[in-house]
T-cell receptor, first 114, second 113 residues
Framework: KAGVTQTPRYLIKTRGQQVTLSCSPI?????VSWYQQTPGQGLQFLFE???????NKGNFPGRFSGRQFSNSRSEMNVSTLELGDSALYLC?????????????FGPGTRLTVL | QQPVQSPQAVILREGEDAVINCSSS?????VHWYRQKHGEAPVFLMI?????EQKGHEKISASFNEKKQQSSLYLTASQLSYSGTYFC??????????????FGKGTLLTVNP
């Protein structure tokens, strides 16, 4: 069974631009959650999508948004990029909703904002 | 509110035991435990729910103390493969239906031969 895949793996953007990251969950999984990891702030929860609906959201500004498609693939969008958005963005998938089932993480997308 | 993990770092010899604690200032509903090796994505270890039983998998187990608002991860007879940073993620569900995970800063565990 293929694992969680994230594309692209590395990305360099400049301040003010926007970026879209993609996450393909394990086949059959309906939950996709997103996380930001930085050396300073550590691991932070962004949001969770389940069956195409955002179910839960962390404390991030509205510049961070996402969506989930009918095939459970999810995208995360960050608009008006800031230097502080440089981070490793991880997604995880699960068969059930966050908090009910094992989560499987993808390798992450390393975003650098210049 | 970010949970507090202790210790921040621990060094073990192969075969030794370790305990990692995760404390919250708010009432806990669930605790998630992860391990992350350098340069890799986190690996989910287990989730403990309020009112649930102690969980375990081989030589790694965890407990959840509701009164103390704390969870502890127990690693027994450590192996080299246990090295990594261990994170706890807590969910307080203070109100509403928004399920929000908050992570501790991590505990760096090093197992030496």
């Amino acid at each position: 069974k293929a694992g969680v895949t994230q594309t692209p793996r590395y990305l360099i953007k400049t301040r003010g631009q926007q970026v879209t990251l993609s996450c393909s969950p394990i086949s059959g999984h309906r939950s996709v959650s997103w996380y930001q990891q930085t050396p300073g702030q550590g691991l932070q929860f962004l949001f969770e999508y389940f069956s195409e609906t955002q179910r839960n959201k962390g404390n991030f500004p509205g510049r961070f948004s996402g969506r989930q498609f009918s095939n459970s693939r999810s995208e995360m969008n960050v608009s008006t990029l800031e230097l502080g958005d440089s981070a490793l963005y991880l997604c995880a998938s699960g068969a059930g909703r966050l908090g009910t089932d094992t989560q499987y993480f993808g390798p992450g997308t390393r975003l650098t904002v210049l | 509110q970010q949970p507090v993990q202790s210790p921040q770092a621990v060094i073990l010899r192969e075969g030794e035991d370790a305990v990692i604690n995760c404390s919250s200032s708010k009432a806990l509903y669930s605790v998630h435990w992860y391990r992350q090796k350098h340069g890799e994505a986190p690996v989910f270890l287990m989730i403990l729910l309020k009112g649930g039983e102690q969980k375990g998998h081989e030589k790694i187990s965890a407990s959840f103390n509701e009164k103390k608002q704390q969870s502890s991860l127990y690693l027994t007879a450590s192996q080299l493969s246990y090295s990594g940073t261990y994170f706890c993620g807590t969910e307080n569900r203070g109100g509403g239906s928004n399920y929000k995970l908050t992570f501790g800063k991590g505990t760096l565990l090093t197992v030496n031969p």
